[in-house]
């Protein structure tokens, strides 16, 4: 996977009236990425998301989500499929994770966010035995359509061979374009 490959397939689905929903920048010390995300229907909604890493590490992952309200907390749970291609990391491979995000808006402006996902070594294949991922955040409305989001969050791949990759441990921040 190379990033014009990916940069170009992602353009190519944004650029997709059908899925059009929303597209994303993320920011962390080590990382940057890209994610389109679209409602299938009103309990269902898709996430394609590309994360280059400063080491030279590349992940795209794809989810499907089963979306969901319980007063004013809102979420998603379900699965992605992500794949991970890491040149100087020596680690390529992929995973199924399981999980979920959940949404609490504190008033017109601020929203408190959360997410989780496990892979366990049954869904890894290639170089991949696992994966964990979590973040917790504050969005930030601008305007209706655009937000941004501060948080910390956590992605680490372990491999086969006993070690793990971190692809992202610390801050990051989060431009979104509801389309």
Do not use: C
């Amino acid at each position: 996977m190379k990033a014009p490959l990916i940069a170009a397939s992602l353009l190519a689905v944004v650029s997709s009236s059908a899925f059009a929903g929303g597209v994303a920048f993320r920011f962390g010390d080590e990382s940057f990425g890209v994610s389109v995300a679209g409602d299938m229907s009103a309990e269902s909604s898709a996430q394609l998301d590309w994360l280059h890493h400063e080491d030279d590490a590349d992940m795209v992952a794809l989810g499907l989500y089963a979306n969901g309200q319980r007063g004013a907390l809102s979420g998603r749970v379900g699965a992605k499929a992500i794949a991970l291609e890491g040149d100087d990391a020596d680690i390529d491979g992929g995973a199924v994770a399981f999980g979920g995000d959940l949404s609490l808006p504190l008033n017109e402006i601020v929203r408190l966010r959360g997410g989780l996902y496990y892979a366990p070594d049954a869904t890894g294949f290639s170089d991949i035995d696992g994966y964990k991922e979590w973040s917790v955040s504050a969005e930030f409305t601008i305007f209706q359509n655009s937000a941004i989001q501060l948080g910390y969050g956590d992605m680490e791949f372990d491999a086969e061979n006993g070690g793990e990759f971190e692809f992202e441990d610390g801050v990051f921040l989060r431009l979104q374009l509801r389309l």
